[in-house]
DNA sequence: TTTCAATATCGTAATATTGCAATATGAAAA
DNA sequence: TTTTCATATTGCAATATTACGATATTGAAA
């Protein structure tokens, strides 16, 4: 169907798919990793420095935003994006608590 | 189109969408978070566990372990899955390298 | 060996995603 | 005001994903 049932699972596991939904593209991963790498905030440049279309790179960076992974300032002509510190405070607490969680078990 | 262009990007930017796209699904976050919660490894009642019929729980479940997130190990007549501690610990590595940058640059 | 229980695979319908050309928008420069 | 540059939106074709009924498969019990 395509269609994910949403409506079945409960809000934090719809939540947490939703986010590392937005991460799950090599492009997106590629432009995150990208605005960590530049010094300054200047990221006008993300189209130049993916191999993919202008409007393809916009699209990408909609989904981020609108996951809340980046986030986008106009800044005159152009527009400054940046990662959102705190999703990646949860991302990376969520896999710490996982990560706590298996070496108290050590089952398999 | 439909189709990513895996060739145009770096093997580690189509690595890291890859396992993060394994994960990007509510059911399969909830059969992870599961796992995690029963003291055993006796994992055959994922079934009966998300409110999904049995083939769309053993697809699940396939993908999440092609992408290495958890492994199974046939038991007798049913199967023990569980979270591989490895893919969990790169993952959580690689937020915290994320984290660690952005709490050195502060832009936006 | 037959049966049963647990899981996997196949086939397929409905929907989502990816990518881009064409086009629109919006702000600054000329 | 016109032009120009940066970015967003639209529309669409190609492909991927999700879900499940039907049907294998496989090992254990009877």
Do not use: W
Not at 8 to 16: A, C, D, G, I, S
Not at 31 to 43: F, G, K, P, R, T
Not at 48 to 61: D, M, R, Y
């Amino acid at each position: 169907m395509g269609i994910t049932k949403t409506d079945v699972f409960t809000e934090h596991h719809n939540k947490m798919a939703a986010v590392l939904k937005a991460l799950a593209h090599p492009a997106r991963i590629a432009i995150v990793e990208y605005l960590l790498s530049v010094d300054a905030c200047i990221c006008g440049d993300i189209v130049n420095e993916l191999p993919l279309a202008q409007p393809t790179v916009s699209q990408h960076l909609k989904e981020l935003k609108s996951a809340g992974i980046i986030k986008g300032s106009i800044e005159g002509k152009s527009i400054c994006y940046c990662v959102d510190e705190s999703a990646i405070n949860e991302l990376m607490q969520y896999f710490q608590t996982i990560n706590q969680k298996l070496n108290i078990k050590k089952c398999c």
